[in-house]
């Protein structure tokens, strides 16, 4: 009796634990509507301008500039393999490298936001990105 108890407690916990996980969809948004996420949510956005792919190897890119400091905000295309196992790679490690050095990163489905240590609205920003979807 003991041991039905014990592994309905473990299914419990396994199914909890399951329904936990859950992919976050925005692919179908791009990095511009980020910044239209961070404007509706009362955080000032003094610009936005595109930037260059090729450092992450992402499939888009913007500069947003938040309170005199940027960020990089990367899309990746889950519907590439190849994109979608880099994006596993970087939120594994939380890190993205420029010329070998290592910079934290947050990451939220199909996007990569890099420079966030810096802003000093940091906390905000990640509170919108955690809904961004």
């Known amino acids: 009796m003991f041991a039905l108890k014990k592994l309905l ?6 199914a909890m634990l399951l329904a936990g996980c859950t992919t976050v969809e925005n692919n ?6 980020f910044a239209s996420y ?8 003094d610009g936005i ?4 792919t090729d450092p992450f190897r992402a ?12 960020i990089g905000v990367y899309k990746y295309d889950m519907n590439s393999r190849i994109q979608a196992d880099r994006v596993k790679k970087i939120e594994k490690s939380g890190k993205l490298s420029i010329i070998g050095v290592p910079y934290p990163v947050a990451v939220r489905g199909s996007f990569v936001l890099f420079g966030l240590d810096k802003n000093p609205k940091k906390k905000e920003i990640l509170e919108v990105f955690n809904r961004f979807e």
């Open 49 to 52: 301008r595109p930037v260059a």
């Open 38 to 45: 961070l404007k509706r949510a009362n955080i000032k956005v």
């Open 59 to 70: 499939s888009s890119a913007v500069s947003i500039l938040i309170a005199g400091s940027e």
């Open 9 to 14: 407690w473990l299914g419990f916990v396994a």
């Open 28 to 33: 179908h948004l791009q990095p511009e509507d």
